[in-house]
């Protein structure tokens, strides 16, 4: 079914809207897959049905977002793209024979990591927090057939992803204006506080505060002895650094919290900065 408006007439509103949520999802999803296999797949978006046929061991994906009854977007892979996907994904953890029923459920954790990144993308475009939850689905709601996502991975393999959208999604996002008024958010800053985030939510990482550095000589260290005073490159006034598995992430001020010493923290410190200060250019 094409986007039409009462007319019948197709509505350059809507087909800009289904633009907008193709594309913003497949940036997402190239997101995804970097982050899980630390290679950059190119995902373009294009109107008409991807090449091959969805039927047979289909996966069928389901993502409602709380912005009305029935307003979702659904996703199919023929079972040739979710096999490379899962394994491509699986292949990256050193699983190296991945089973078919591992590839799948390795896809469909892609696909909810994918649109938990168009989740903050319509969390931007619409200006309030919007719920949203996925599912494997058979049968699907009346939806606005909207595209296709073509992945080519470095390697030269490609996989695709078919997309479609309930009218209730379409005319939620209408009441935010035209799609192009608003650019889509940056995927990587959407997924830095969603679906890469899940992925480390769990690990643990050691914290320590450094008050400052200097270097000795090792004629000098020797001669430490009990009541010896280091001198630091820090004066009592300067932040200390807030360190987190080796790297500075936050500057703050030392306090007392019950008898324990503490870290108040003062300035959380920019990409950049922490980029350089983890020696990454």
Known sequence: MSAADSSGAPSATRLAQIEWLGRTCGESLSQVLEALTGERAAVSWGEGAPQGSAAGAALRWRQDFGLGAGAA???????????????????????????????????????????????????????????????????????????????????????????????????ALGHTGDAHSRPAPPAAEALSASATLDLLRDIE??????????????????????????????????????IVNGTAVALGEVVVMEGNYGVRIREVLSREKLLRSSGVR
């Open 73 to 171: 977007v659904l996703a199919t892979l023929a079972a040739d793209s979710w096999r490379k996907i899962g394994a491509r994904v699986l292949g990256a953890a050193g699983v190296e024979e991945p089973g078919e029923q591992e590839s799948r459920n390795t896809c469909l954790e892609v696909l909810s990591q994918s649109f938990a990144g168009l989740q903050k993308a319509i969390e931007q475009r619409t200006g309030r927090a919007v719920a949203s939850a996925g599912q494997e689905a058979e049968n699907w709601p009346e939806a606005e057939r909207a595209g296709s996502l073509k992945i080519v991975h470095p390697d030269g393999l490609e996989s695709s992803v078919e997309l479609a959208c309930t009218p209730p999604l379409l005319e």
């Open 205 to 242: 990482l050691p914290v320590s505060i450094s008050f400052g550095r200097t270097e000795m000589a090792l004629q000098d260290v020797v001669k430490l002895t009990a009541g010896s005073v280091i001198e630091l490159d820090r004066s009592v006034n300067d932040p200390v650094s807030v």
